[in-house]
């Protein structure tokens, strides 16, 4: 039953990044669902793998309290400046955010593997290519690559 929360959770956070393209404040939903989908996933199943899934976990939440992060600077229009290695995620949190996510749901899939939940292991694969596209959907890095000159 917790998966099945996280995965509800996790399918809204698909649709709530594509509605951020138009109205930013939906990044707050996603990042509030991506922390409690992450605590539920960690928190379900034992076996072996568990430590994993636990790493994931913790890791999954700090990516979404990054979203949350890129909400309020949508919100506000302010990027404040951070030392190495955290000024990279202040000025690019959606792409720090997925790093972290898809980081956090290779961890997932490996200890679902190793726990013989090959559906949850095959579905956190899934979500590191998910979060490839929420990189892909950081503004501020997209403008960024544009002016670099080749």
């Excluded at 991506?34 to 793998?49: E, M, N, P, W």
């Excluded at 979404?64 to 949508?74: A, W």
């Excluded at 899939?109 to 950081?138: E, K």
């Amino acid at each position: 039953m917790l998966q099945l929360s996280a995965a509800v959770l996790f399918i809204t956070c698909a649709i709530s990044i594509s509605l951020s393209a138009k109205n930013h404040r939906w990044l707050f939903y996603n990042g509030i669902a991506v922390v409690i989908a992450y605590i539920l996933i960690s928190i379900s199943g034992q076996g072996d793998g568990t430590i994993a899934k636990y790493i994931g976990g913790m890791v999954g939440v700090i990516g979404g309290l990054l979203i949350i992060r890129g909400g309020f600077q949508r919100e506000t229009g302010k990027q404040y400046k951070l030392f190495f290695p955290l000024n990279l995620s202040d000025r690019y949190p959606l792409a720090t955010a997925g790093t972290i996510e898809g980081t956090s749901a290779s961890f997932i899939a490996v200890g679902a593997y190793l726990n013989g939940d090959y559906t949850l292991s095959l579905v956190a694969a899934l979500w590191v290519i998910a979060h490839c596209f929420l990189i892909a959907s950081d503004e501020f890095l997209r403008n960024k690559i544009k002016t670099v000159k080749i």
